[in-house]
């Protein structure tokens, strides 16, 4: 399997454009909260270590994976000097088909808030079948989704920037 193969964080720090002059808001679920915990943290710091200023990082919290597309939304519509949103969430599979509406919900929700905005908006979303696939991917073996959302949202931000 593809993630067998690699740390999916691992980055090119050369090719990571300086974070400097962008605002961006990281907006966490609540859900699996040691997992987005770690996934928070991961993006906290590394947007920190590609020259995002503490001051341009706003920061929110929701109940669930659910409400990530409301919080890009509340925060685009608030924020219109927003450069991009990193939205975090763990969303493990149960015994029921509300996985799978929940991660098809919020793909499809922040994307559509990306495209009414014409803002980045990041799926930090992990979606898996357990807890350790969770663990192995906000700072485990498999690196940290929330370095990788980081890393994204000030690409993205970049290309807006100087497209
Ligand atoms: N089971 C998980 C949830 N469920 C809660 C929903 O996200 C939502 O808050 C609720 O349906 C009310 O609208 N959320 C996660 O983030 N992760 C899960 O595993
Ligand atoms: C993704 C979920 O909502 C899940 O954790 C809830 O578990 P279940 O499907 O057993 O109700």
């Not at 090119?12 to 907006?27: C, E, F, L, M, R």
């Not at 990530?68 to 599979?93: M, P, R, S």
């Not at 929700?109 to 803002?119: D, N, P, R």
Request: glycine share 10%; charged share 20%.
């Amino acid at each position: 399997m593809a993630t067998q193969l690699k740390n999916l964080s691992d980055f090119s720090h050369t090719t990571v454009p300086d974070g400097a002059a962008y605002k961006i808001a990281i907006a966490v679920a609540e859900w699996n909260a040691d997992v987005t915990g770690s996934l928070y943290k991961g993006a906290l710091e590394t947007l920190l270590k590609h020259g995002v200023k503490e001051e341009n990082i706003t920061s929110i919290a929701v109940p669930g994976s659910f409400e990530l597309t409301g919080a890009a939304e509340i925060l685009l519509k608030k924020h219109a000097d927003l450069d991009a949103v990193i939205c975090l969430g763990c969303v493990i599979q149960g015994d029921t088909k509300h996985f799978d509406f929940i991660c098809d919900a919020v793909a499809n929700g922040v994307t559509q808030v990306g495209i009414k905005y014409s803002k980045p908006v990041i799926f930090g979303v992990l979606t898996t079948n357990d807890l350790q696939q969770a663990l192995d991917r906000s700072g485990g073996k498999h690196g940290n989704k929330g370095d990788e959302a980081a890393i994204t949202a000030i690409k993205m931000a970049h290309l807006l920037a100087t497209a």
